[in-house]
């Protein structure tokens, strides 16, 4: 029998849940990597303390609309990965979840207009018949596209959730781009050269070096805390 829980010294330090008064958190459903992604049940109570207990947060999810991506969402045990978009129509609340310099995920409020948007890293890419193409991003989606014009490492901006792809974002000299791996996780910076499979990149006044699989293309060189257009 799968197990319903987890323990709450194991489970990932990037959950920004009470480690002390509780032996046990909920265990989320596959899908998405455990360290960058929470269970919507863990928002509900510790992040946005809209509930108390687990059956308050299946009345909420089964009473009122919770939005994911824009797309409904009534699994408690569903993930809320960084970048996704969470909607609250009732409150007129959206938020997007990133990864703070703490290694904490963190919600952070953004307007209707800029709810209806979110970035992908493209992770994988495979040549179907017809010459279409096949993009397997971050969040677990994979997308057929007609034209190859991007390759893993760039980043998609597309409209949620039609999946209509407004850009396509590279990775290369001059972008700017948001960690979220590794010791400066939470930082948000310019490409000053690429080497191969690592970075060096400029954060405010400092520089450093690290892989291209820490980093996510973003679209404006301002923090996405700050802005997200």
């Excluded at 179907?128 to 596209?145: C, E, F, H, P, Y």
């Excluded at 930082?187 to 400092?206: A, Q, R, T």
């Excluded at 520089?207 to 301002?222: A, G, Q, R």
Aim: proline share 4%.
């Amino acid at each position: 029998m799968a197990k319903k829980h987890l323990k709450t010294l194991t489970a990932p330090v990037s959950w920004p849940i009470k480690r002390k008064g509780q032996t046990f958190v909920i265990r989320p459903l596959p899908g998405k990597p455990f360290e960058m992604s929470i269970p919507l049940a863990l928002i509900l109570k510790d992040m946005l303390g809209y509930c108390k207990t687990s059956k308050e947060v299946r009345a909420l999810l089964n009473d009122k609309e919770i939005f994911v991506d824009g797309k409904r969402r009534k699994e408690e045990k569903f993930l809320v990965g960084v970048m996704d978009v969470l909607s609250i129509p009732l409150t007129k609340e959206n938020y997007r979840m990133i990864i703070n310099k703490h290694g904490k995920l963190e919600l952070f409020k953004i307007d209707e207009a800029a709810a209806g948007k979110k970035i992908l890293k493209i992770i994988g890419k495979s040549t179907l018949k017809k010459g279409t193409m096949q993009l397997n991003l971050s969040d677990g989606r994979n997308i057929i596209v007609k034209e190859d014009k991007c390759k893993i490492g760039d980043s998609v901006h597309m409209k949620v959730p039609s999946q209509e792809i407004i850009d396509y974002l590279k990775l290369e000299k001059g972008s700017f781009v948001y960690i979220t791996k590794g010791g400066h996780t939470g930082f948000y910076g310019v490409v000053e050269e690429i080497n191969g499979d690592f970075l060096k990149v400029k954060s405010e006044d400092i520089s450093f070096i690290t892989p291209k699989n820490t980093v996510f293309v973003v679209t404006m060189n301002k923090p996405l805390k700050k802005t997200d257009e």
